[in-house]
């Protein structure tokens, strides 16, 4: 974990709320030189009373939902920002009191002291792109609960779920046939018309994604592709979940954020378990663990290769290196400008 380095003389915690927010100006000696709460997140009357210390100021929040437009605010107003990663908070959170106006202290503390944990503050620029794919993964998942929802209500009347397939209205069809009771045959329109709906839905989002993919990130775009098991989706997926690679020192770092490798717990010398599983990035973590999935079903090097792993480590472990590697090949690719070589993965060792 990066700590950030303040080096201002004045340092602002804020706690960030829908409605409101608690701010603590502090200087360089912990002393309180402005701790008030801020109704309505009026950010114009933030600036007026902070206006005789923001000549040199900077501004820590936690990485809560909403911060989106108090870094947006700050980078306009030409004050420094950090995002601070609310995991690694633990001095905000293991206090006997907890409250926001204790909460933008220990902030506006932990800033003077470099002891903020600092997490990536995604540009605004490329922030309604990445809105827009999550919206298409969540229309996906709402999808294929509802298809999932058809299939169970014809086992529960004891009839066998009809495949789906690409035709939806031929889907349709067979599924109303297996009903005499006419309720059953509208609950069962009711959720077919839905998942249309959706397809129609994920089919506009996926082509805007594509243009916006090929339009801005076309080289990169292309060269995920070249990945066995990474299709548009994923690709997708990795090129914005990740922003740019040169945001990573190492690839070690890359694969931790990509919840991909676990932290340690170890004491006097001895490692006492694994931590930090959760932290890093889900969305990345998915795309990895699927492209693993995908890759070995026929690619005439990796197949065998993957298999090899299942037999040494098993299939769930073996799964979790298959991703691993795939994401420090994605690494190196982006960073040097190359195509996909399974020679080189296979090559590594087991």
């Known amino acids: 974990m990066k700590y950030y380095t303040s080096t201002t003389e004045f340092n602002c915690g804020i706690d960030l709320h829908a409605r409101e927010m608690y701010a603590c100006v502090m200087d360089r000696q912990g002393n309180k030189v402005v701790h008030t709460n801020i109704i309505g997140n009026d950010f114009a009357y933030f600036l007026k009373k902070v206006a005789p210390y923001r000549h040199s100021m900077t501004v820590v929040s936690e990485c809560t939902f909403n911060w989106y437009w ?10 420094p920002f950090v995002l601070a990663h609310a995991l690694y908070l633990k001095h905000i959170h293991g206090g006997k009191n907890k409250n926001d106006r204790i909460d933008s202290e220990k902030l506006a503390h932990l800033l003077r002291a470099n002891l903020i944990p600092q997490a990536y503050a995604y540009p605004a620029e490329r922030r309604p792109i990445r ?68 397809d129609l839905q994920i089919q506009k989002l996926e082509l805007e994604l594509e243009r916006q993919a090929k339009t801005h990130e076309g080289h990169a775009y292309t060269l995920l592709n070249t990945v066995p098991g990474i299709g548009r989706t994923l690709a997708l997926t990795i090129l914005y979940e990740l922003d740019t690679v040169d945001r990573f020192p190492g690839v070690k770092q890359f694969l931790s954020y990509s919840r991909l490798v676990k932290g340690s717990v170890a004491s006097a010398g001895k490692i006492k378990g694994l931590t930090g599983g959760k932290m890093g990035n889900a969305y990345l973590r998915w795309a990895f663990g699927e492209a693993a999935v995908c890759c070995k079903r026929k690619h005439p090097l ?3 290769y993957a298999d090899r792993l299942v037999a040494k480590h098993g299939k769930f472990k073996a799964n979790a290196i298959l991703a691993a590697k795939l994401a420090r090949a994605v690494y190196f690719m982006l960073q040097k400008g190359t195509a996909f070589d399974p020679e080189k993965l296979v090559a590594t060792s087991l």
């Open 131 to 198: 809105a827009l794919l999550r919206q298409r993964m969540s229309c996906v998942w709402q999808r294929a609960a509802l298809m999932a929802h058809v299939s169970t209500n014809q086992t529960a009347e004891g009839l066998k779920p009809e495949s789906r397939g690409t035709d939806r209205e031929d889907w349709k069809e067979r599924v109303l046939s297996q009903y005499a009771h006419p309720l059953h045959r509208l609950a069962a329109t009711c959720e077919i018309d839905l998942i249309r709906s959706y």
């Open 70 to 79: 108090l870094a947006d605010a700050c980078f306009e107003a030409d004050l």
């Open 302 to 304: 990796l197949a065998p």
